[in-house]
């Protein structure tokens, strides 16, 4: 993207990026566990029963493939059909068991009903629109670019409107733009998921350590911004003390 100078490819990526964050804040930032595990478990219902209504059940491309390549598709499709459909009941057994369905089930209920893992309160309703978040509403939750509309702005990418199809090179004057906004997303995943697994980023760090994943990260710096491994490694434990002090550390880049 960047070695292609893709301006319009960029911004559709921060559209994903920043669809994925809005995502992990309204679901997994959620304090009550009982609904967090609602919303997830609607979450990864809604998305693969999604998939598996255009998800054909065996490949389309049969007449202009061997006959031993489509065997091979055809099995494929199949493993992933089965995997999805795993999710689905899994996530169906957990919400037979929640405390929630005892606690207001005409509410759980149509929320269950309508797949409504964008919910704004735990409630029963009559339009699904009138108790569910917009995009726009999520972004804001992650409080991102406050006075400015990066949903709408990073949209006009990524739906064919005729902003996708101007060709915009990325330089160094409007590359500052999307990498700013990237950097912005990606530091409050950080807090997010550093408030989610506490336990978890002990072992990042600790691998970070690791000669073996050190190394890997390493080779992937350019040599100008690479840092030597003493520097690394002196990062990471200062990082470890963050964590051990504070139950933080700052976002490596």
Known sequence: MLEHKDYVSANCLLRMLGDSVAVFRLIYMESDKDLLILRHCLYVIDGCERNLEVLPEKNINEDCLPEEELAELN???????????????????????????????????????DRNWKFKEFKDYKKKGSNQYKWRELYELIDCCKGF??????????????????????????????????????????????????????????????????????????????????????????KQYQLRDNGYYDIIY
């Open 149 to 238: 509309n990066l949903l709408s702005y990073i949209s006009q990418y990524t739906h064919g409107l005729s902003m996708s199809n101007l060709v915009i090179e990325l330089d160094e004057q409007n590359i500052d733009g999307i990498v700013g906004e990237a950097l912005g997303l990606i530091k409050r995943l950080h807090k997010y998921t550093m408030a989610f697994y506490p336990e978890e980023q002990r072992y990042i760090l600790e691998g970070l350590l690791e000669p073996g994943m050190r190394d890997k990260i390493l080779a992937c710096y350019d040599d100008k911004h690479r840092p030597d491994i003493a520097t690394w490694n002196q990062d990471v434990m200062n």
């Open 75 to 113: 099995k494929a499709t199949q493993i992933n059909r089965a995997q999805r459909q795993r999710m689905i009941r899994e996530a169906q057994e957990l919400l037979e068991f929640s405390p929630l369905r005892q606690k207001d089930k005409a509410a759980f209920d149509k929320i269950v009903e």
